[in-house]
């Protein structure tokens, strides 16, 4: 399946989240040919210290997403804290300050669900550790739209309770340790 | 990708919201406008957007029930209190050398922001030499920002926001709470008028010494973010300023030029000589 061709990555993940995308992203090479958009639901007043950690940390560019900027091959981006992230249907990022979905602002629903819409076949999403039901729903439009939909395996996250609600509601979802992750991401190849 | 039948549909509700009652959310940011539109469709209990348009051209209770979807009103006072300080500390000191002012509050939704400047103004003496135009196309919108009311357990959060602003008062000293609400003080929009205004499809009003409009634009597509700005371009006495969101800037827009960073880090801008 890694060998179809893809638009892009979409990343949730929340209690947990720091420690499994360090495993993740810094493994990404330099020439990974996707944009990889994440949500990381962060406490709203606190300034987003994820895109200076991971910045050190990783080959790609990180970045905090800007609105109507397009979402770029070879570029990770991270949802500001306290504003949705969203995609439009040409590829370009939206923020918005709408009321919080699953109490959290960003919320990975919303990537998800508009980025389903915006890439259909073209995406890959990942639920990952966390300790609420965010992105389930996501998830679900994702698989719903064509997309590959993954979820971290419950028995190795550090908290299952996110990426087990994903599966529940969507379970053609494909389980994968951040091991399996580490294989598969590198081989995804651009649409 | 090819467009589904349900963006066809979403296009074509818009299309008639325009060409019946001028509202025009056609060129709002989509994603944003289609997720509203399907909690819209699902609370107000309608099987598709199709059957939606119906309802909207031929029973005029639809229109403000939609209304309150399609326009965004979740704010607070004193919102990032760090651009309200910079404000009273950077931009009141060159308000005070004018005789009189204009203070334009675009798209102020319930009036969070509204009150919050008439506080700051008042806190530093430049309230009665200042008018405030609050304006929104919403009217339900405008007329919970002309009452003034909001739920007590807002408060705290307002309170906290405002402490974090240097203000030389209590928030408590400008509301009356009540019946789990609070009702600010009427003499705050003694000098507010509060308009209809868009702006999507409407001129310039006056001659604005600071506009403020946060989270806002980041509801518009890359036209209409061009659009409004160019009409706050306008609406700018000379060396006047305007205030955006956290996440909102002139760096992609074709009137950046028209502006320069004042207080780079608070999104706050100063029109340039013509």
Redesign the interface.
Known sequence: MSGAPFQAVVIGASAGAVQALLRLLPALPGDFPLPVLIVVHVPPDRDNALVSLFREKCTLPVKEAEDKERAEPSTIYFAPSDYHLLVEQDGTLSLSSEQPVNYSRPAIDVLLATAADAWGAGLCAIVLTGANDDGAAGLKAVAGAGGVAIVEDPASAQFPTMPAAALAACPTARVMTLADLLIFLPGLVAA | ?P?SVE?IEIQLLLEALYHQYHYDFRHY????V???LIQARTQLGFSSFSAMQAALLHDLSTLPRLLNYLT?Q??EMFRDPAYFRALREKIIPHLRTYPSLKVWVAGCSNGEELYSLSILFREEGLEQRTMFYATDINPEALRAAEAGIYPLDQIRKFTENHQQTAAPTSLSDYYTADYGRAAFDKTLRERVVFSDHSLVTDAVFGEMHLISCR?V???F??SL?DRALGLFRDSLARKGFLGL?A???LR?SKHAEAFADFVREEKIYQRREP
Request: charged share 35%; no cysteine.
């Open positions: 990708m467009h963006d940011a989509r994603a944003s289609k997720r509203r965004v979740v704010s989270n634009l980041i509801y597509d890359r973010q969101g996440k909102e800037s992609f």
